[in-house]
């Protein structure tokens, strides 16, 4: 979806044992058979380390990572500084700044167009599903990590008061991700739309046809950014100032120490409240809160 890829390689999450440790064969030899000029490892993951050593690329290049010791940062040929609060575009395009293969001030845009042919079926799926010209809100509820989650019957209860208004709404997300939609929808009076057999590449193209993303903290807010879409981004205890969204028209709806005392802590970067698993400041945000971020980004009434 963006012709500057040429490919993507993945390690199955649900590969265990053997089966991974060949995956990951698989991939390191048709990594090393490539003979790459540039590695750039964006992530601090420590197999990053482990392919700057294998590849033998002409120059790499990472981050500086405290929680990694010397292993990491003798692997690489060039270390960008951390610098935290900052966007993550803007912390990515460091290293390439460090390489001195980007210098302008300000980190690019981020560009996805679907293929043709998934706009096609999106446009097809639309249809049947007798969406009309009014306007279309996409919604992604659901998270593996539970902690970032609003609550099913706040979400429930948005919906309801965006149907009244004749907006469309549907519920986006993958096969995992059917179960709470379902649950979301069960709770409304007026239905949403659900997809269920949506590719990247289909979610991409939906987007692109969509008057704003609503999302809590996940790949759909970097997905809007990517397909232009006005986007509106629910952050719980992850720092928004490293993954808001970029270079699109956004609002960033969090709770904090001016709503609550109790929200003081936040963004605490755990997974929930004391090991609970819950965010109590997303759990206690109320449906007017994004109501009204929805109103004044698509200026209209609810």
């Not at 990515?92 to 706009?119: C, F, G, H, M, V």
């Not at 709470?180 to 009076?189: F, G, R, S, W």
């Not at 193209?205 to 990517?226: G, Q």
């Amino acid at each position: 979806m963006n012709p500057r890829v040429r490919h993507i390689f993945v390690i199955p999450r649900h590969l265990k044992g053997l089966q991974k440790c060949s995956s990951y064969y698989t991939i390191f030899k048709k990594l090393i058979s490539n003979h790459y000029d540039f590695l750039a490892q964006f992530s601090v993951d420590w197999r990053g380390a482990l392919l700057a050593r294998l590849l033998n690329v002409d120059l790499s290049v990472a981050r500086e990572a405290s929680r990694r010791g010397s292993f990491w940062h003798q692997s690489f040929d060039l270390i960008a500084p951390f610098k935290d609060n900052r966007p993550i575009a803007e912390q990515d395009i460091d290293l390439l700044r460090a390489a001195k293969l980007y210098q302008k001030t300000e980190a690019p845009s981020y560009q996805l167009s679907s293929p043709k042919k998934n706009q096609l079926k999106v446009k097809k799926w639309l249809h049947a599903q007798h969406i009309s010209k009014n306007k279309l809100i996409v919604m992604h509820a659901s998270s593996r990590w539970k902690f970032k989650e609003i609550p099913i019957e706040t979400w429930a209860n948005i919906i309801d008061a965006l149907k009244t208004k004749k907006i469309n709404v549907v519920l986006d997300g993958s096969k995992e991700d059917l179960k709470t939609n379902q649950a979301i929808a069960d709770l409304c009076l007026l239905k949403p739309n659900l997809t269920n057999d949506f590719s990247i590449e289909d979610t991409t193209a939906l987007y692109e046809m969509a008057d704003l993303v609503v999302t809590i903290d996940s790949m759909s807010t970097h997905l809007a950014s990517a397909t232009n879409t006005p986007v509106i981004s629910i952050f719980g205890p992850t720092n928004d100032l490293n993954w808001r969204p970029w270079r699109v028209k956004y609002q960033v709806i969090t709770l904090s120490k001016a709503d609550n005392p109790t929200f003081a802590c936040r963004p605490c970067g755990m997974d929930g409240c004391e090991g609970t698993k819950v965010s109590q400041c997303l759990v206690q945000m109320k449906p007017e809160i994004i109501l009204k971020s929805i109103e004044t980004t698509l200026r209209i009434k609810t």
